[in-house]
C-alpha cells in the first residue's frame, strides 16, 4: 500500500538527517492500482538502498535447516564484503559475532535517545551492518511513556520501547547460535565463546546510552578518581529526568530541545519547559541538581549550547504528520504535503522560516495511535 511506502521514506530520510546508520529512500512511485486492505488503497513500490540487505533472520533461516556450510559461506560473503578487516583475524568469525553485537548495541542506542520505537524488532528486520531497517509500523514518541507501543500487530508489548535493549539480545542470541559451528570444533567452547560475546553487549548499550543521553543533557564526562561515581550519579540525574517526563506526560523531542536553550547559570528561563509539563515542581527540583553539575566542568554556555542543539532536534517525523501525508496521498493524489514535511524533515536541527507548525505536537483529535506494517 502507498502509505507504508511513504512512511519508510519519510522516516528513513530523517534517520539520516539525525545522524542514525540507516537504510536510504532511493524513490517512491504509484503503480496505478489498488491493493486490498480494509478498504482498496492505492498501491506503490518503495525502491531502497543499504549497505547491506543480509539479517540476522538469514543467517538464522540457514542454521535452523541444518545448512551448516551454507552459514559458513554466508559469514565469509559478509567479511568479503563489509568487514575485510577481519579477514586476517585468528577467528574471523568470532570477531565479525563481536562487531555485529557492539554495532547493534550502538544502533539501539541511538534509536532510545532519539524516541523511536522500531515496532517489529524480529530477526529478519535486524542488519548484520548495524543500519535501522524495514520501517514498518514504526512511530516517534510525542509524549514520553517508557511502555509505548504504536505497533497494531504488537498486542503484548513485545517492541514497546522499554523492550527494544533486551529484544537486540534476543536476537544477536539467535544470531550467536547460528554462529556456534564457526566459533570452535568444540560444542562446549562454541557456547562459552557466545555467551562471553554476548554477556559484552549490556555494557556497550549503556556505554552508548549513557553517552547519548549526556549530550542530550549538556553534560561532559569528568576524568576524576571518582569517575564511576560521577557515572552513576549521571545516570540517575537521566533517568530522574526521564521520570519527570514520563509523570507529567512531556513532549520527548520537545523537552530536550527546550533544555538546550536554558540558562546554564539560573532559572529564569525555565518556563519553556515548564509549558511542557502539569507539574513543573519536580523538574524544578531536578533543574537544581542539574545545575549543580555543569559547575563541575569547564565548557562555557555558549560551547554547551550549541553542541546540545546538534543533538536534540527541534523537529521529527511525528505521526499525525506523516498521517496527514498519507492521507493527502492516498484520498486526493497529492503529494505536497509528503514534500512539504520531507523538506522539513532535511534539517531537522534547525528551524527555518515558515517550518514551526513542524515542531507542533498533535492535537487530541490528531493523534496516531496505531501504526501499520505494509504487508
Not at 177 to 189: M, N
Request: hydrophobic share 40%; charged share 20%; glycine share 6%.
Amino acid at each position: 500500500a502507498l502509505g507504508p511506502v511513504l512512511r519508510e521514506y519519510l522516516v528513513s530520510e530523517a534517520m539520516e538527517k539525525l545522524g542514525i546508520p540507516t537504510t536510504r529512500a532511493l524513490a517512491a512511485v504509484t503503480t496505478g492500482e489498488s491493493v486490498m486492505r480494509e478498504t482498496p488503497v492505492p498501491g506503490g513500490i518503495l525502491t531502497r538502498v543499504a549497505t547491506s540487505f543480509i539479517r540476522i533472520g538469514t543467517f538464522q533461516y540457514f542454521y535452523a535447516k541444518g545448512q551448516f556450510d551454507d552459514v559458513r559461506t554466508l559469514a565469509d560473503h559478509v567479511i568479503k564484503s563489509h568487514y575485510a578487516h577481519l579477514s586476517e583475524h585468528t577467528n574471523p568469525y568470532q570477531s565479525l559475532l563481536k562487531e555485529i553485537i557492539e554495532r547493534q548495541a550502538s544502533l539501539i542506542a541511538q534509536w532510545m535517545c532519539i524516541g523511536f520505537i522500531h515496532g517489529v524488532m524480529n530477526t529478519d528486520n535486524m542488519s548484520v551492518v548495524g543500519e535501522t531497517i524495514d520501517y514498518g509500523p514504526c512511530a516517534f514518541m510525542d509524549d514520553f511513556d517508557h511502555d509505548q507501543v504504536f505497533s497494531y500487530i504488537d498486542q503484548q508489548g513485545r517492541y514497546a520501547y522499554k523492550n527494544q535493549p533486551a529484544i537486540g539480545l534476543w536476537n544477536l542470541t539467535r544470531l550467536a547460535e547460528s554462529f556456534l559451528p564457526l566459533l570452535s570444533d568444540d560444542e562446549f567452547s562454541s557456547v562459552k565463546i557466545a555467551e562471553g560475546l554476548l554477556a559484552q553487549y549490556g555494557k556497550v548499550f549503556d556505554e552508548h546510552w549513557l553517552g547519548g543521553m549526556r549530550n542530550k543533557i549538556g553534560l561532559s564526562p569528568i576524568n576524576t578518581k571518582n569517575q564511576l561515581a560521577i557515572e552513576s550519579s549521571d545516570k540517575e540525574l537521566i533517568n530522574d529526568l526521564l521520570k519527570i517526563m514520563s509523570d507529567n506526560s512531556a513532549d520527548f523531542t520537545l523537552s530536550f530541545y527546550s533544555l538546550s536553550q536554558l540558562n546554564f547559570k539560573d532559572d529564569a528561563a525555565d518556563q519553556k519547559v515548564h509549558a511542557l509539563l502539569q507539574n513543573p515542581t519536580d523538574f524544578n527540583r531536578w533543574a537544581t541538581k542539574w545545575r549543580a553539575r555543569l559547575t563541575k566542568e569547564t565548557v562555557s554556555d555558549d560551547e554547551r549550547t550549541s553542541k546540545m542543539l546538534k543533538v536534540n532536534p527541534a523537529i521529527i517525523p511525528r505521526n499525525h504528520q506523516i498521517e496527514a501525508a498519507i492521507r493527502a496521498a492516498e484520498d486526493h493524489n497529492d503529494f505536497s504535503v509528503f514534500h512539504k514535511l520531507l523538506d522539513a524533515l532535511s534539517d531537522p536541527f534547525t528551524i527555518h522560516p515558515g517550518m514551526e507548525s513542524y515542531m507542533t505536537p498533535p492535537q487530541p483529535e490528531e493523534m496516531v495511535t496505531q501504526t501499520f506494517c505494509g504487508t
